[in-house]
């Protein structure tokens, strides 16, 4: 996992609520149990008008320029809801996002968001609404994870909140396996007493 400290983009403005996991990726998209290779299936239901041959729907955020070259996602409540399907943090991030900014996320999805390095940045509403409104013509926004702020193209400042405990592994790139690999001596020791 790459270590996560400021990320600068443009913000899609995906202006929706509920958005659950079979929607983010849906199951007939998921054909590999690989991280890689799952953004062509990223919000396929709202991103094609026919998904056999893939014809892009000119009206998805996605589509248009300069989203489709988003690193950061604005959405709307509840995001991630549904199924606990790690695929949706993948094809996320396959996709290009670093970052995802609502108000709230459904606990599983908000918990693999941090088991991947995708961060997940909780808002208040009105705050959200200040960004829609700044997004339309493609605002660009910094997240500094460091100081836990989101900074917007004119300068206004906006703080978030972070379990510092995750914060630290995001900061370092340490996921779970990562972090039980520096114990490996002691791991090594605690074997070989029982064999």
């Known amino acids: 996992m790459n270590p996560v400290k400021i990320i600068s983009g443009i913000a899609a403005p995906f202006l929706r609520i509920n958005v659950d996991t079979d929607a983010i990726i849906p199951s007939r998209e998921i054909k590999a149990v690989s991280k890689k290779g799952l953004s062509d299936g990223l919000f396929s239901e709202w991103r094609y008008t026919s998904i056999p041959d893939r014809t ?43 970052v995802v900014i609502s108000t709230s996320f459904a606990d599983i999805f908000y918990g693999n968001c941090f088991k991947n390095g995708l961060l997940p940045v909780q808002l208040p509403p009105d705050v959200i609404d200040r960004l829609f409104e700044l997004s339309s013509d493609g605002l660009e926004l910094s997240v500094d994870l460091p100081n836990q702020t989101v900074t917007e193209g004119a300068g206004e400042v906006f703080s978030f909140d972070i379990d510092q405990g995750i914060k630290t592994k995001l900061l370092e790139g340490q996921d779970e396996i990562s972090l039980s690999l520096k114990e490996r001596e002691k791991i090594l020791l605690f074997e070989e007493g029982h064999k």
Do not use: K
């Not at 892009?56 to 991630?80: H, K, M, Q, V, Y």
């Not at 199924?83 to 943090?89: D, F, K, N, Q, T």
């Open 56 to 98: 892009p729907n000119d009206e998805f955020i996605l589509n248009r320029e300069p989203f489709n070259r988003s690193a950061i996602l604005l959405t709307g409540d509840n995001f991630g809801c549904g199924s606990s399907r790690e695929h949706a943090v993948w094809a996320l991030m396959d996709y290009g996002f670093d």
